[in-house]
């Protein structure tokens, strides 16, 4: 909840600052201009649709990536759940083994590169375009994203570069260049370049201006209206404070913030349920329904399958290879290990958190129906469901907590924060070691990009760079087309790795750390 002195604060800053010249925006303009000039081809190419659907190839990369290794490991993802579990908990682990974080603080900092305005904004557009069955097809996207993220991170471990000071470096640029030099397959080092390449571009704009621009957007939408550079000084400066310190000091930060934003935003979501607790069959009734019949909702059935898929997709990133970096740091000798916890994150991700967000938008019943057949309303243009007040997006999320309690929308202000700012943290990590693959380790290379990172956290939140996000957010999923070609070539690397661990396991070899 806001406070009386915080408005104050947010106020005096306001008054100190000065409005946004003409000439700004001319800037802004300009930039946008040349980016769609020269960029627009690529983001098409990228999010472009199969022919003849509305369903964007990407979308399906990723889904037909997930069910082919879904397949390959045999559900590795519901086999070795509790054992992931104890893995977090730190039941097999051991201080001496080689790494910086461990499995907690790894599954922690890659959380919270993917728990953010995606779970809050996203999924109330999935669910306002393909109605509530969306949330099915959504859940079912992220289980099976599961073992995406159990290949690519058991790879990253695998074939990280470990130093003498105790530093490691991993990742898909890694595991491309090792693992394809090592089964005697040409174009390793080319996929890695252009892997990192994606990885900085990604890091830049999606995982670090378009936080910022969002968090200033909604800190305005509560305390009012003041220049976007202030806001981007101070997360610049507090991010700066945190990021210095590595991924060490970024994985102590993320161990804090993410359990706390995670009870924060379920919680808020639970109570709301909880208050409608006589609607929740109602719900899941409607999320079962529309997910095989549309109930009325844009493109139906397909509809709601189209909009399930790419929320899950676009929020836990599972095949976009980016956790693996994250993951790569963990401290273990058993690279299969840190596989079996981040195969957890897609679960968090999108069948918690964004199952949650959808929960609460279908039993505050802001989706507007027609008494008379129980079927949704479309809006005037018949591309999504009406909805109450006609709000879409973070506004549609926005009303559903308010519509219970007046002051959650402020909760829900309070989280997009946090989100953006873990968002940032991990993201400069993954774009850092994107950075350092392709210049070469070193503190002082390594302080370059984190200078230019913070640059760009103040222009995210002062600017509004449409286009350049745009690309940012092609160049994400550009590196999902990377991974993926490699994770093929790889996965019975990975499958040998698997069954080693688990024979090991049931023998007896592999036992709890005392």
Known sequence: MITNL???????????????????????ETVNRIFADSTGWFVNLIFSNFPGTSFPWIVGWLVIGATVFTLYFGFVQFRVARH?????????????????????QALATALSGTVGLGNI????????????????????????GMASKFTECTLGVKYRNEYPDGRVSGGPMYYLTKGFAERGLPGGKVLAVLFSIFCILGALGGGNMF????????????????????????FAGVVYAVIIGGIRSIAKVTEKIVPVMGILYVGTALIIIAMNYHLIGWAFGQIFAGAFTGLGVAGGMVGALIQGFKRAAFSN???????????????TNEPITEGFVSLLEPFIDTVVVC??????IIITQQLVTDPETGLYLLNEAGTAVQTVGDTSGVGLTSAAFG???????????????????STMITWSYYGLKAWTFLFGEGETKELVFKVIFCIFVVIGAAAQLGPVIDFSDAAIFAMAVVNIIGLYFLMPIVKRELDSYLGRLKSGEIRKFQ
Do not use: C
Not at 84 to 104: Q, R
Not at 134 to 144: D, E, H, K, S, V
Not at 319 to 329: E, K, L, N, R, T
């Open 355 to 360: 199952t949650m967000t959808a929960l609460v």
């Open 317 to 331: 990133e599972a095949g976009v290879g980016s956790a693996a970096i994250a993951h790569s740091a963990v401290k």
């Open 211 to 234: 936080q910022a621009n969002q968090a200033h957007q909604q800190i305005t939408g509560v305390v009012g209206q003041y220049p976007g550079w202030i806001t981007g000084i101070i």
């Open 6 to 28: 915080t408005r104050a604060v947010f106020g005096a800053l306001a008054l100190t600052g000065l409005a946004a010249p003409a000439a700004a925006q001319s800037i802004d």
């Open 403 to 421: 519509s219970s309690i007046g002051w959650f929308p402020y909760v829900l202000a309070l989280a997009v924060v946090l989100f953006a700012f």
């Open 84 to 104: 992931a579990i104890a893995l977090v908990k730190g039941d097999y682990s051991d201080p001496n083994n080689a790494g910086e974080v461990s499995h907690f």
């Open 121 to 144: 904004a996203g999924v109330a557009v999935a669910i306002g375009i393909g109605g509530p069955g969306a949330t099915f097809w959504m859940i079912l996207a992220g289980l099976m």
